[in-house]
């Protein structure tokens, strides 16, 4: 079981002022999260695999698949400055 003096400790180290009615709400809360992480040690999980939710979840993406865009003129009209067949940026890197 938890303490006044630990929950001290603990709140030093996170730079916290506790009034002394805090003091002892945490120390009641923190010894019944103590006491519930005591009832799940004692389950015996053996053969259960190691998860991150409890539930499966995946991405559902597609496969990614180049394909030549249909309207190539209309993209390059649409950008704001263009050369050529190509997209003019601002130079970002300097050759040296």
Known sequence: M???EQVRKVANLARLELTTEEEAQFTTQLGSILDY???LNQLDV???A???RAIDVSNIT???ILQP????EAILNSAPQQEGDFFRVPKILNAD
């Open 2 to 4: 938890i303490d006044r």
């Open 37 to 39: 992480i005591e009832q």
């Open 46 to 48: 053996t053969n259960v």
């Open 50 to 52: 190691p998860t991150t």
């Open 62 to 64: 597609r496969e990614d």
């Open 69 to 72: 865009y249909a309207d190539r």
